[in-house]
């Protein structure tokens, strides 16, 4: 009943009125953003949703479009300045997902949506994260965010497709309340950890092959 109905429900309350009150707060943010970062205020990109479905993501931006002499963007790290370091540690680049959750690509809790190029690199169990909405915050990021290993992330996100519950749901926005007060788990890296999980599953299919040979 909860997963199937109720939890829907909350999420469209929830992201309403969360839309409406914190509207000043857009406005105050997509002008900073402008200001400081350009445009597009918005980053948008493209992720697989409940059951693989792909939707668009929408953060505020906080990477420059700084190029090299050859016309090329520099690197992440190079394009991320204080500002933007400032809204992803506090989780405001965040906020615009509320339209995601409130249009149904998303829900408050669940897996984070990945990137659409790590798909093929999925096993079929790591498969069943898309059987539930992905989240604006998940099992994962209360108990470690991006500072996790990929097996690891891959568990608790699994962990909470089989036992998804409201009371699992409170318990995950309590805590990530709590992290995000104190700037807890935060990396520089968008939706990083240690290696990108396609880099990190080649260099896994290449030691196994190496231990066969």
């Not at 990945?114 to 798909?119: A, D, F």
């Not at 604006?136 to 992330?153: C, S, Y």
């Not at 036992?163 to 318990?171: A, C, E, I």
């Not at 950890?193 to 896994?204: M, T």
């Amino acid at each position: 009943m909860y997963r199937n109905c109720i939890k829907r429900f909350m999420d469209i309350v929830i992201s309403l009125c969360g839309l409406i009150i914190l509207s000043p707060l857009y406005l105050f943010l997509a002008a900073l953003v402008r200001l400081r970062l350009g445009s597009p205020v918005l980053f948008r990109q493209q992720r697989p949703g409940k059951d693989g479905k792909i939707f668009l993501l929408c953060k505020f931006r906080t990477m420059t479009d700084e190029r090299d002499e050859n016309g090329e963007l520099k690197p992440d790290e190079e394009r991320l300045p204080r500002f933007g370091r400032l809204l992803r540690a506090t989780s405001l680049d965040e906020l615009p997902e509320l339209w995601n959750i409130l249009k149904g690509d998303m829900s408050l809790v669940g897996p984070r949506p990945l990137l659409l190029r790590y798909l093929p690199w999925y096993t079929e169990e790591e498969r069943h994260r898309h059987d539930v909405r992905p989240g604006l915050t998940g099992l994962a990021q209360v108990n470690g965010r991006n500072a996790l290993g990929w097996e690891d992330r891959f568990a608790y996100d699994l962990e909470y497709v089989r036992h998804l519950s409201f009371r699992m749901d409170l318990k995950i926005i309590a805590m990530t309340a709590g992290k995000v007060l104190r700037h807890a788990d935060t990396l520089s890296g968008a939706d990083q950890v240690v290696a990108d999980f396609d880099v990190y599953r080649r260099e896994q299919a290449e030691r196994e092959k190496d231990r066969t040979l």
